[in-house]
């Protein structure tokens, strides 16, 4: 405020305000100096402000549209094995095996977003939906750093797995969106993402090498007969040799489901302790049974007094009802390990199938224009205080001064 405005100002406030409005001899209460300033460039700011926010409205509305889909899918769930409703019919296998499916999977929420987020899902996803020309990138890796970009996987506290897609093409973003999800089936199809999985792996390996080894066992066996002429024994050396290949069968089932359970469980791990604790008593038992009462082996026992040639058959035979026995174990771990594979995979379900979005998600009008009104207003206020305090002191010799030399500093005339 001039010093001319600030005595017109004094002058009328002595003509309209009369010695009675003052009270007990207080002194009178002034009118905020800052509000008068507002009042008197209200002009700038209604016009400085509207024009903002006009300016803003046009821009959000030439500003191109975007759209989010949402999919959401339910991960697999951590419960009860299919198999184990199985190992009740297994009769005495059931404790070899119930150790071997008792490992479960940890986290499988952050495993899943991992595997959308992998370079595999976005390949696919690129090659799918034509990506690189939707994106205008000319390389592979610039369309999949904008598809991560505009791509949002997140997990609630109650383990559903949202997945949401920006795109200026409502039906695009919906079909991408979906697209997760089917990339995602097809990868848990192709990695063994779970116990079950591993397990099936790896018991379909020893499977195969069993089969093997009973195929090698059962020629020698035939070759043995056609040397010897012998196809058959007495029963109850029959019933020892197969007796003690089931025990020779259950320790080596027992020493592969060990090995198993290494290598998804520590040593800690109650379910290996007690495998390796059953293992250990197995192992006594074969040891006991092949010294016997008469500390000679179980395949001379009762069998001295047969000639030389019976004798290799029945070493030969008793390999084979080991192979036999063994194979019958590893086949059965196998279907429990599959089952349970089965039953994983098929959890991965598509709670919320995603729909081309009615309403676009960007830009958002009415909070840009608002935004755009207030930091107007502000700064409005701001330069009116600013202009008014200018004005004050223009005519003042020390802001003179100090104003010519900010502009022969600006000039960059001053030499240090």
Do not use: C
């Not at 089952?339 to 598509?350: G, R, T």
């Amino acid at each position: 405020m001039t010093p001319q405005e600030q005595r017109e100002l004094d002058a009328a406030s002595a003509e309209e305000v009369s010695p009675g409005h003052v009270f007990d001899g207080r002194e009178r209460r002034q009118f905020p100096e800052s509000l008068i300033i507002l009042a008197k460039r209200k002009g700038f700011i209604t016009y400085f402000v509207g024009s903002v926010a006009v300016l803003t409205a046009a821009i959000s509305l030439v500003l191109p549209k975007s759209y989010t889909a949402n999919a959401k899918i339910l991960p697999p769930q951590q419960g009860q094995s299919i198999a184990s409703s199985m190992l009740g019919q297994l009769g005495s296998l059931a404790p070899l095996l119930s150790g071997a499916g008792g490992l479960t999977l940890h986290n499988p929420n952050e495993m899943y977003i991992a595997m959308l987020r992998s370079r595999t899902v976005a390949d696919n996803l690129v090659d799918r939906f034509n990506l690189m020309k939707v994106y205008h990138q000319t390389l592979r890796v610039g369309a999949q750093s904008h598809l991560e970009s505009a791509t949002q996987i997140t997990s609630g506290r109650d383990n559903i797995i949202s997945i949401s897609v920006e795109d200026r093409d409502p039906q695009r973003a919906a079909n991408i969106a979906n697209g997760f999800v089917d990339e995602l089936e097809k990868l848990t199809k192709t990695l063994a993402i779970t116990d079950a999985a591993k397990r099936k792996i790896f018991f379909e390996r020893e499977v195969k090498t069993a089969n093997e080894d009973l195929a090698n066992a059962e020629q020698e066996l035939k070759e043995t007969e056609e040397k010897t002429g012998i196809i058959e024994m007495s029963s109850q050396a029959r019933v020892m040799l197969e007796a003690y290949a089931e025990l020779r069968a259950q320790v080596t089932a027992k020493e592969v489901q060990i090995q198993a359970m290494r290598s998804f469980a520590t040593s800690d791990n109650p379910d290996l302790i007690r495998a390796e604790q059953e293992l250990a008593a197995l192992r006594t038992q074969v040891g006991r049974y092949e010294q016997g009462q008469g500390g000679s082996a179980v395949g001379d026992i009762a069998l001295e007094k047969v000639p030389a040639k019976a004798l290799a058959y029945i070493r030969k035979l008793r390999e084979v009802k080991y192979r036999e026995a063994l194979m019958e174990l590893m086949l059965k771990q196998y279907e429990v390990a599959r089952i349970d594979e089965s039953k994983d995979s098929s959890l991965v379900q598509q709670l919320d199938k995603a729909v081309p979005p009615e309403i676009r998600s960007w830009p958002p009008r009415t909070a840009l224009v608002l935004a755009s009104t207030l930091l107007a207003l502000i700064l409005a206020i701001g330069t009116s205080l600013l202009m008014e305090k200018f004005q004050e002191r223009r005519d003042e010799p020390q802001f003179a001064a100090q104003l010519q030399l900010f502009k022969f500093y600006l000039r960059g005339r001053h030499k240090p």
